[in-house]
């Protein structure tokens, strides 16, 4: 039996009469203000349509969502404006189709019987499948993480993830929310890292309209939309003392202050923090607390360096490889086992990602069927790290006679230049995350 339910996000009256006039007699309208609750709903029952009024704050998180759920209801995103681009990108995020606010009866008659017409009869709700199965090992300190992983899935603790960039923590988060009694709720990311600091809380904790000048809509918190689910907090060291001393306390009351906002609102949630730092030597320094460190500290999993555990490193090429031939016609289907051994005496600094990246560079150079040594990048070949120029020849860097922000600027171009203008390369030599370079590149108008 096909539901009957379409829910709508928006706090316009007028869509909600209009939807009424062009709905089947047989459908129910379920209204809510905001996309936090319309996540809550998104969860607790079938529906055969969305429709939610578009806004940076609404389209994209219920659009991510949405794409997630079992069974996937289409969305309608209703845009303040006629924009072909808004469209496209609504388009390109998820959404079946995209209207205009004001529109007609007829118009939104139309659209709706046009997604109606793609719903498909509700799948029955079912844990998603074993995301454990998508980090791939051979070893055995691996096979062990995995099973202590799906262990602490089956409970509700707090989680810590540590181990180096590249070595795969967002995998395993991922791995435990999907393995959890919360697997059917949302599964919500932040990068603590790369938003800017002034705008972190606010990305956590929501804010209410009116709080500030450009408060215009009231905007949850990641903690809000992760109701019911799991919110993972990649790269936690990175966050700053104002916004730790408000996580502390959400952990410990479950409860939500939005910015400008009267009320607490209580969250039922599981937090999964993540760093590739060392948090101890940090809380001796004071740039984390303590406290914080006990709660999130729970139960942690290291995530071993890819050095450590050497057999993984020809099933992961494997994977990789089988995604190029499948998606990019790549020609390479083996290794030699020279080629092999020269892998496996690298050091791999960036891990699995950096694994990833040699095998996207091979698929564009390697014109042979199977890997040899001589088609491998020569800092692998020679597996010695980057030479680090003696101090008594560096020069100093204020002999330049530069501000920092100009160093700063130069810094981020050079990068662009070496990188041919690609924004993961480029981060990867500035040692910076993406969303961390994006930021620095809008700020310093970088294109």
Not at 93 to 122: E, F, Q
Not at 192 to 205: D, K, N, R, T, V
């Amino acid at each position: 039996m096909n539901p009957t339910t379409v829910l709508l996000i928006s706090r316009n009256p007028h869509i909600r009469r209009a939807l009424e006039q062009a709905v089947p007699s047989h459908i129910t309208i379920l209204s809510v203000s905001n996309v936090a609750a319309g996540l809550r709903e998104l969860h607790r029952q079938d529906l055969a349509l969305i429709l939610c009024e578009d806004s940076p704050e609404t389209g994209k998180p219920l659009l991510h969502q949405a794409t997630l759920h079992p069974g996937s209801p289409p969305v309608i995103l209703i845009g303040p404006r006629d924009s072909a681009r808004d469209a496209v990108d609504a388009m390109r995020a998820g959404a079946v189709d995209y209207l205009t606010a004001p529109m007609t009866v007829a118009d939104l008659d139309a659209a709706v019987r046009r997604a109606l017409s793609l719903s498909s009869p509700p799948l029955t709700a079912k844990r998603p499948a074993d995301r454990f199965d998508l980090i791939i090992s051979r070893s055995p300190q691996m096979q062990l993480i995995k099973q202590l992983a799906r262990e602490v899935a089956l409970t509700d603790a707090t989680v810590l993830i540590t181990g180096e960039s590249g070595t795969g923590k967002e995998l395993f988060a991922q791995a435990i929310h999907y393995a959890s009694p919360r697997a059917l709720g949302p599964l919500i990311a932040l990068n603590c890292a790369g938003i800017p600091e002034h705008l972190l809380e606010s990305e956590l904790f929501g804010y209410h309209q009116g709080a500030f000048t450009d408060a215009k809509h009231t905007k949850p918190g990641r903690f809000q939309l992760a109701e019911g689910g799991t919110l993972f907090l990649d790269e936690i060291g990175e966050m700053s003392a104002s916004a730790q001393a408000k996580l502390l306390r959400v952990l410990e009351d479950h409860r939500v202050d939005p910015l400008g906002d009267t009320h607490s609102h209580t969250v039922n949630i599981r937090v999964i923090a993540a760093t590739n730092e060392d948090l101890p030597t940090h809380i001796k320094t004071g740039r984390f607390r303590l406290d914080l460190y006990y709660r999130l500290n729970v139960y942690q999993l290291r995530i071993p360096p890819l050095r450590e555990r050497l057999e993984d490193i020809e099933p992961i090429l494997h994977h990789f490889l089988a995604h190029a031939r499948r998606d990019h016609g790549c020609r390479i289907t083996g290794i030699s086992p020279e080629a092999l051994a020269v892998l496996q005496r690298h050091h791999w600094p960036g891990n699995v990602r950096e694994l990833h990246n040699v095998v996207e560079w091979l698929t564009i150079t390697c014109k042979s069927h199977q890997i040899e040594p001589q088609h491998l990048p020569a800092s692998v070949r020679t597996g010695k790290a980057p030479e680090q120029p003696s101090t008594e020849l560096k020069p100093s860097l204020l002999a330049f006679g530069l501000s920092f922000q100009d160093m700063e600027k130069k810094m981020l171009e050079e990068a662009l230049r070496k990188s041919g203008g690609n924004v993961s390369e480029a981060s990867r030599l500035l040692k910076i995350t993406r969303n961390t370079l994006r930021y620095r590149m809008a700020k310093h108008h970088i294109q």
